[in-house]
Antibody, heavy 116, light 108 residues
Framework: QVQLQESGPGLVKPSGTLSLTCVVSGGSIRSNDWWNWVRQPPGKGLEWIGEISHSGSTNYNPSLRSRVTISIDKSKNHFSLKMSSLTTADTAVYYC?????????WGQGTLVTVSS | EIVMAQSPATLSVSPGERVTLSCRASQSVSSNLAWYQQKPGQAPRLLMFGASARATGTPARFSGSGSGTEFTLTISSLQSEDFAVYYCQQYHNWPPFTFGGGTKVEIK
């Protein structure tokens, strides 16, 4: 059974860059799947950030595209998120998830707080 | 961008009751709609996809219907473990994939 686990700093300064990694275990990231980042501000709903395929093709939410990069490292069986120019509005739980549009496996989520 | 709207925002129900949650899309998403359940402190869990297909492990008391712009998630007899927030999501047109704002099902 595939499991996903996010990791990264829990506190980032305004105007800084968020870097998160999602490690995939119990399966290969080389499989014909898409790998996603989704976020959820405290007490609010879900927002899709972007996706990457096993071959490195990406799609991003147009509202975030200018600030987001998703990459994949097949040798380490993980994929990553970088988001720049952070503001307090980017404070959220960040999830990684597997699937193309419908997500059947999720990480537990990691809270990222943007604060000075 | 396709906007997803869910109603009501909150539903107060008693265990054993039948529950109907609604989701509306700003334009047709065909049957490319998923439902998720999220409990406090947990990641969302996929319940339904293709508007009416149960995901692995979804109990039979959950059913989904609809196509185009109007969708419904029904819980035939609410169990204690079903109190949660439910989100719909379209995967017909992207980017972006978009979620509804959620419906919280709480104990009456």
């Amino acid at each position: 059974q595939v499991q996903l686990q996010e990791s990264g700093p829990g506190l980032v300064k305004p105007s800084g860059t968020l870097s998160l990694t999602c490690v995939v275990s119990g399966g290969s990231i080389r499989s014909n799947d898409w790998w996603n980042w989704v976020r959820q501000p405290p007490g609010k709903g879900l927002e899709w950030i972007g996706e990457i395929s096993h071959s490195g093709s990406t799609n991003y939410n147009p509202s975030l595209r200018s600030r987001v990069t998703i990459s994949i490292d097949k040798s380490k069986n993980h994929f990553s998120l970088k988001m720049s120019s952070l503001t307090t509005a980017d404070t959220a739980v960040y999830y990684c998830a597997r699937g193309r549009g419908k997500y059947d496996e999720w990480g537990q989520g990691t809270l990222v707080t943007v604060s000075s | 961008e396709i906007v997803m709207a869910q109603s009501p925002a909150t539903l107060s129900v008693s265990p054993g009751e039948r529950v109907t949650l609604s989701c509306r899309a700003s334009q047709s998403v065909s049957s490319n709609l998923a439902w998720y359940q999220q409990k406090p402190g947990q990641a969302p869990r996929l319940l339904m996809f293709g508007a009416s297909a149960r995901a692995t492990g979804t109990p039979a008391r959950f059913s989904g219907s609809g196509s185009g712009t109007e969708f419904t998630l029904t819980i035939s007899s609410l169990q204690s473990e079903d109190f949660a927030v439910y989100y719909c999501q379209q995967y017909h047109n992207w980017p972006p994939f978009t979620f509804g704002g959620g419906t919280k099902v709480e104990i009456k």
